[in-house]
C-alpha cells in the first residue's frame, strides 16, 4: 500500500522553526504508522527524530498528532485511515524537543504534584491489606492509564491555563481517592478544589476522546467535583453553586434559565461584570424572559431530583471501617 | 414526510430566541412536520448528571418515553442537547436492566421507556432524511462569496462511543451543508471540533473567554467571513461574549450564524425573520457582502 507522511519536524537546539516534510513510502498492508516511521527513519531520513519502546501499545512512549488528534503511532493502523495524506505532529501542550519528541518534564511535574502514592491510616498491617472486591473493581478502567500524554496533548483547558493540573493527574487523583487504602481523599479533594483544580475542565470530552486505553479522565473530574459537593468542600465556589443553580432552576421550571442561573452561579462582584453582557443582550433583543417558561408538571422532576438523590451511596473506606467497626 | 417530536432546548427558548424563530421558519419552507415536545424538560447540559448522573439519566429518559408514545424521533436544534440525550441514550437503550432502573422514576407519571426513540440534531435530519439535494432545490440565493466556517460544538462530535461521527459518516455533514447552500466551508478552520469555552464561564471566566478567543483568531486565520453552529451554548460564547475575548479590541469582529439562519438566508427567508438583528456582533457586514457576491 502506498502512503503519504506529512511530519510536522522542528529542532529548536538549531533555533529551527517548524516545517513540514513529506515521506512517500510503500509499505506492507499490516504496517502501523510507528512502523512506517520507522522505515523512514532507517531508509529514508536518519535525522527524524521520535520516542518508541514496546511496539504494542503498553509502554505509551510513541504519542503523537495523527490528522489532528493524539494518539499511539503504534496502535494506528494505516489501513484505518482514510486520508489521502496522513498528518503527523509532536503531542501538543508539550515544549517540542526535537520533531516528534516532546519535552515530558511538565507533564511529570504535574503528576508528582498529586502526590501519586498510596496513603494509608494507621500502622501498616502484617499482611495485605483485605479490601471487599466490588471497593476495587470500578478501578479497573482508571487503572490502565500508561502514562503516554495523549490526553495532555490535546486537552483544551491547558490550552489557555497552565496551571490546568490535566486529564493524566486527575485520573491518578481519582484512582487514590476513590482506593479503599487510601486515607488522605479529603486533602485530595481539597488540592483538586484550588486554582488548575477540576472546577478548571471545559467538559470536551477531548481527553475521552484521544485515551488509548479507556481512562476516561474527563468522566473522573466530574465525579471528583460530585465528591467535593457531596462532603461539602466547595460550599463557596462557583462550580458548587453552578450545580446548584442549574438543578434548582430545573427542578422549579422544567427548564433552565440563564437569568437566574447566572446570577446564583456566580459572586456578587462577578455578577458586576456581567452587567455590560446583560445590557447588550436586553438592547439586541437576547434577554431571556423574565419569566421563565414552566414546562407542565414541573414538580415531577423536582421529584425525580430528590428520590435518585435518596440512593447515592458512600465511598468505601478501611478505615474509617475500622473506626465505625461495620462489617466488610 | 416524517414527523418530529421537535426538541428545541431552553436556550432556543432563552438567551438565543433567534435561532428558535429561524428553525420555525426554515421548518415551514422546508415542510418539516414538527410536533414540540412542550411538556419535556431541560437536559441538564452536562451539569445536572455532573451532580447526580442517575438523575440526568431519568429526566432524559423521560423525554425520550414522551417520544415513543407520540412514535416519532427526536430533532433537536442543540449540540449540547443532542450529546446528552446521545450518552443518555447509550446507557438506557443497550442496558435492558439499567432502563428498568431509570424506569421505575417514571412509572408514576405512566411513562415506561422501552429503548426505540431516536434522536437527530436539525444537522443529520437535513443530510440523511430530509437529503441535501433537495435542500439544493429550495436554494433561490446561494451564499456564493462568502467563506463560512463550521464550528460543530464539542457535544456533537464526542464521546464517540455515545455520537460516532466517524461510523455514521456525520464527520463532514456542517461542511457538507455548508457547501449545498453555495457558501465556501473553509474546509482549513482547526477550530471546527473544539471548545468554544463556554463551560467555563462561571468557574474560569477567563480561561472561557481565552478558548472562545483562540476559536475566533483561528476563523480569521484563514479569513472566514462567518462561523456557522449548530450550537446555541456556542453561540453565547462565540457572539454574545465575542466583545471581552483578548483579541476584541484589535481584529474584526466574526458574525456567528446558527444553523437555520445559514439555511434560511440561502432559501430565500428575510434576515428579520431569522432573527439576525438579535446578535451581539453585527451581521450587517456580512449581509452587505452577501449581496456584493450575489
Known amino acids: ?88 505532529e509532536p503531542m501538543g501542550n508539550m515544549p517540542v524537543i526535537k520533531d516528534l519528541v516532546v519535552d515530558l518534564e511538565p507533564f511529570w511535574k504535574k503528576l508528582y504534584s498529586i502526590d501519586p502514592y498510596l496513603q494509608p491510616a494507621g500502622e501498616v498491617p502484617e499482611r495485605e491489606y483485605v479490601v471487599p472486591a466490588d471497593s476495587m473493581l470500578h478501578l479497573d478502567g482508571v487503572v490502565n492509564c500508561i502514562m503516554c500524554g495523549a490526553c495532555v496533548s490535546d486537552c483544551e483547558s491547558l490550552s489557555v491555563n497552565p496551571i490546568f493540573i490535566g486529564p493524566t493527574a486527575f485520573a491518578k487523583e481519582y484512582r487514590f481517592i476513590m482506593d479503599p487504602r487510601d486515607a488522605a481523599d479529603t486533602q485530595r479533594l481539597m488540592q483538586m478544589n484550588g486554582p488548575g ?49 442549574f438543578t434548582d432552576i430545573v427542578g422549579r421550571y422544567g427548564r433552565l434559565d440563564e437569568t437566574r442561573y447566572l446570577m446564583k452561579s456566580v459572586t456578587m462582584v462577578e455578577l458586576a461584570g ?40 458512600r465511598r468505601f473506606k478501611l478505615h474509617q471501617q475500622a473506626q465505625e467497626g461495620s462489617p466488610v | ?77 442543540c449540540s449540547t442537547c443532542t450529546g446528552v440525550m446521545a450518552q443518555v441514550a447509550s446507557r438506557v437503550n443497550r442496558d435492558e436492566a439499567y432502563r428498568r432502573e431509570v424506569n421505575q422514576y417514571l412509572t408514576d407519571e405512566g411513562l415506561e421507556y422501552r429503548g426505540t426513540t431516536e434522536v437527530k440534531h436539525l444537522l443529520w435530519v437535513l443530510v440523511e432524511d430530509y437529503g441535501l439535494d433537495r435542500l439544493k432545490e429550495l436554494v433561490v440565493r446561494p451564499l456564493a462569496g462568502v467563506r463560512l466556517a463550521p464550528f ?23 461542511e457538507q451543508v455548508i457547501t449545498a447552500l453555495g457558501a465556501d466551508p473553509v474546509e482549513e478552520y482547526r477550530g471546527k471540533d473544539k471548545c468554544c469555552g463556554f463551560p467555563l464561564l462561571e468557574t474560569n471566566k477567563k480561561s472561557s473567554l481565552a478558548l472562545t478567543g483562540k476559536r475566533l483568531d483561528e476563523a480569521r486565520e484563514v479569513s472566514a467571513d462567518a462561523l456557522v453552529t449548530p450550537c446555541p451554548l456556542c453561540h453565547l460564547n462565540l457572539d454574545g461574549q465575542q466583545p471581552d475575548t483578548p483579541s476584541a479590541s484589535t481584529a474584526p469582529s466574526m458574525p456567528i450564524l446558527h444553523l437555520p439562519q445559514a439555511i434560511g438566508l440561502a432559501i430565500g427567508i428575510a434576515p428579520e425573520r431569522l432573527g439576525l438583528g438579535r446578535h451581539i456582533i453585527d451581521t450587517k457586514g456580512f449581509m452587505a457582502k452577501l449581496a456584493v457576491a450575489g
Not at chain 1, 4 to 11: A, G, P, T
Not at chain 1, 73 to 83: Q, V
Not at chain 2, 152 to 173: F, N
Open chain 1, 1 to 88: 500500500m502506498d502512503v503519504q507522511l506529512k511530519v510536522r519536524r522542528q529542532n529548536p537546539e538549531a533555533e529551527g522553526t517548524p516545517y513540514w516534510k513529506e515521506y512517500a513510502l510503500e509499505v506492507p498492508d499490516h504496517f502501523t504508522l510507528l512502523d512506517a516511521l520507522i522505515q523512514v527513519r532507517e531508509e529514508v531520513d536518519e535525522t527524524l527524530s521520535l520516542r518508541c519502546s514496546c511496539r504494542s501499545h503498553i509502554c505509551g512512549s510513541c504519542s503523537m498528532r495523527v490528522n489532528g488528534h493524539a494518539n499511539l503511532a503504534c496502535k494506528t493502523k494505516l489501513s484505518d485511515i482514510h486520508s489521502d495524506t496522513v498528518t503527523v
Open chain 1, 197 to 245: 483544580g477540576v472546577w478548571d475542565c471545559t467538559h470536551c470530552f477531548q481527553c475521552v476522546e484521544v485515551c488509548p486505553k479507556d481512562v476516561a479522565p474527563m468522566d473522573r473530574i466530574m465525579a471528583m467535583r460530585k465528591m467535593l459537593v457531596d462532603d461539602g468542600l466547595a460550599e463557596k465556589h462557583n462550580g458548587a453553586r453552578r450545580q446548584k443553580a
Open chain 2, 152 to 174: 460543530y460544538g464539542c457535544y456533537i462530535v464526542r464521546p464517540s462511543s455515545a455520537v460516532d461521527p466517524l461510523t455514521a459518516g456525520r464527520e463532514g455533514y456542517l
Open chain 2, 1 to 77: 414526510m416524517t414527523t418530529y417530536a421537535f426538541y428545541p432546548g431552553c436556550v432556543a427558548k432563552g438567551g438565543a430566541p433567534e435561532l428558535y424563530q429561524s428553525m420555525v421558519a426554515v421548518g415551514e419552507k422546508l415542510g418539516f412536520s414538527l410536533s414540540e415536545l412542550t411538556g419535556a424538560a431541560c437536559t441538564g447540559a452536562g451539569v445536572i448528571s455532573e451532580r447526580d448522573p442517575l438523575a440526568g439519566d431519568v429526566v432524559n429518559t423521560r423525554t425520550f418515553a414522551m417520544a415513543e408514545q407520540l412514535g416519532h424521533p427526536i430533532m433537536t436544534i
Open chain 1, 274 to 313: 456581567y452587567a455590560k453582557v446583560g445590557l447588550r443582550s436586553m438592547t439586541h433583543g437576547k434577554l431571556p424572559p423574565l419569566r421563565p417558561h414552566r414546562i407542565p408538571d414541573a414538580a415531577r422532576i423536582r421529584r425525580i431530583f430528590e428520590r435518585t438523590r435518596s440512593t447515592q451511596r
